[in-house]
């Protein structure tokens, strides 16, 4: 979890048709409204947008996110809480069902709606580095959302599963690819870089027959999570 601070998100455009999606707010990148509101948009543009091929979403140097905005989550408004889970699972969503291909370059920490962050993409990019990156919930006193458990089930490793989710284990570089928060995990400043690279390579696909395959391979989850989250409207 992370304390609420500004949203900062800048955009790149590639002329391979990568558009690369920057958070930085200087602090912990809490998956804030602001936060959540702005990347939506730009995920919900970038499935408009048929001259954008791929999307990158990374953090800043060190820090990926640390979690929802604490500012909401420590407030003992429960509707309030809600409804940011609520947005922030809608968001998650949005990502894993996107017909543009998104690769997560996870830049350092990455934990709770963090970590979500980055089992929503369909690359996931990670240093090799001594980082904390996992679903932290059960140790703070939080359980994880339905939306939230579908996903992680449809991601890590069944092996890790109860481990990751439940058990609140926080996982290294290393870690995080053997429990199936990354798939690669790179020297720290190549993680950009390499995520670059997949983007461009993916978004020389056919963005129709990704989408299709994709979305067929998710569609159980995607109706699971969607399902959570009607439910909590």
């Avoid at 998956?31 to 970038?46: G, K, N, Y």
């Avoid at 709770?112 to 059960?138: C, F, M, Q, T, W």
């Avoid at 991601?155 to 570089?173: I, K, N, P, V």
């Avoid at 053997?178 to 995520?195: I, N, S, T």
Wanted: charged share 20%.
């Amino acid at each position: 979890m992370a304390m609420n601070s500004p949203t900062v998100i800048t955009q790149e455009r590639h002329s391979d048709g990568v558009l690369l999606v920057t958070m930085d707010d200087g602090r912990a990148n809490a998956v804030s409204h602001a936060l959540i509101t702005e990347l939506s948009a730009i995920v919900a543009e970038a499935n408009r947008d048929e001259s954008v091929r791929a999307l990158v979403i990374a953090g800043r140097p060190g820090r990926f996110s640390a979690g929802f905005d604490l500012s909401v989550i420590n407030s003992g408004d429960a509707g309030a809480v809600a409804e940011l889970v609520a947005a922030g699972g809608q968001l998650m969503h949005d990502i894993y069902a996107s017909s543009v291909p998104v690769v997560a370059a996870c830049t350092g920490h990455a934990v709770a709606a963090g970590a979500l962050l980055i089992l929503a993409s369909d690359y996931r990019v990670g240093p090799d580095a001594d980082i904390k990156i996992g679903l932290n919930e059960s140790a703070i006193g939080m359980a994880l959302p339905g939306w939230a458990v579908a996903l992680a089930a449809d991601r890590l490793s069944r092996r890790h599963l109860q481990h990751c989710a439940a058990l609140a284990a926080l996982c290294d570089g290393k870690g995080a690819v053997k429990a199936g928060f990354l798939d690669v995990a790179v020297e720290p400043v190549r993680v950009l870089e390499v995520a670059m690279e997949e983007a461009a390579r993916v978004a020389r696909f056919d963005r129709k027959a990704y989408a299709t395959t994709t979305r067929r391979l998710r569609r159980a989850t995607l109706d699971a999570m969607a399902a959570d989250l009607e439910l909590s409207h």
